[in-house]
């Protein structure tokens, strides 16, 4: 008795599998009642990919900024570097040896003005 239950149950359970395969499930009426709740479900699904899909395209967003990050990063530390060597005072007396400059020997003197003689 407990085989025929078996049976009886699998083949109740192909033949419902069929009917939703075939589309015989939507000709009832119940279907027509649980019509709203099938869309919801389609909605609540067509939601999820659309979810999946701007998480992806968000992360491959970030992973290109990030990618482009370090590379501006490692062209903000060279420009850096080029500009401390080339504002040292050997550098600048070299530039400007061209144009006929010439860095000055003696030291700077400091002008004072005495308020009495103005």
Sequence with gaps: MAANKKTGAKSGMTRSFLEVLNGNFLTRESAIKHLPFMLFLTLLVLSYIGNAHYAEKTLRESEKLKRNLKELRSAYITAKFDLMFKSRQSEIARA???????????????????KDDV
Excluded: A, C, Q
């Design 96 to 114: 400007v040896e061209n144009m006929g400059l010439k860095e000055s020997i003696t030291p700077p003197r400091k002008i004072s003005i005495i």
